[in-house]
């Protein structure tokens, strides 16, 4: 069964600093997706990382994968109050249906 | 705007009653899913529909079903309903997996279902 873990689960930072979400998956997948979530809202498609080595940036935000290590990243730099949210990781599970198994999210707690 | 509609918004309702619920995908997206999101469980994949036939089953409880209609959208069916039940419902769409595509899903603003 595939099992995907994120840590930490609650983060709460300074504006300013820097922090990395991690990513750890159980069985081989070359498809790591991160979503982010505010309360009580949908689920908003951060960054598609589509084979080993994949890196993407979007402003302060980074996401990079390792498939030999199963494992993802999600680096904040300069955090600002704007990027409180729930951080989900998600592996594609293909063929099974080609469906996402969603780690337990991140809570993310920028303050002032 | 993900562009996947789903109704009702919030739905509140009482132990042993049924309801459901309803999913528009993207415009020529052909896979509809759906995920549970409870506090205690995170987000459960529930279940999965391609084309109108079911594709994948998750953790779905056999008081829950579904199905995918010729025009392409879904409903969830949740009957006998408990305090457990309550949580927030997901659906999302994607294109038929391809090496070639991301495979990404696309998700709507979700179902709040209450149960009293």
């Known amino acids: 069964e595939l099992k995907v873990e994120q840590n930490p689960l609650f983060l709460s930072m300074q504006e300013g600093k820097n922090y990395t979400i991690y990513c750890n998956y159980s069985?081989?997948?070359?498809?790591l997706y991160w979503y982010r979530q505010d309360p009580g809202k949908s689920l908003e498609s951060l960054f598609v990382?589509?084979?080993?080595?994949a890196v993407k940036q979007e402003g302060r935000l980074m996401a990079s994968l390792d498939t030999k290590a199963r494992l993802s990243t999600l680096h904040i730099t300069a955090a600002v109050h704007d990027l409180s949210a729930t951080y989900f990781c998600a592996v594609l599970r293909f063929p099974s249906g080609s469906r996402l198994t969603f780690g337990e999210g991140t809570q993310l707690t920028v303050n002032p | 705007d993900s562009g996947v509609t789903q109704t009702p918004k919030h739905l509140i309702t009482a132990t042993g009653q049924r309801v459901t619920l309803r999913c528009s995908p993207r415009s020529g997206d052909l896979s509809v899913y759906w995920y549970q999101q409870s506090l205690d469980q995170g987000l459960q994949f529930l279940i999965q529909y391609y084309n109108g036939e079911e594709r994948a089953k998750g953790n779905i409880l056999e008081r829950f079903s579904a199905q995918q209609f010729p025009d392409l959208h879904s409903e969830l069916n949740l009957s006998s309903l408990e305090l457990g039940d309550s949580a927030l419902y997901f659906c999302?769409?994607?294109?038929?997996?391809?090496?070639?595509?991301?495979?990404?899903?696309?998700f709507g603003e979700g179902s709040r279902l209450t149960v009293l």
């Open positions: 069985t081989t997948s070359d498809r």
């Open positions: 999302a769409s994607s294109v038929e997996f391809r090496v070639s595509n991301t495979g990404e899903l696309f």
């Open positions: 990382l589509l084979s080993n080595g």
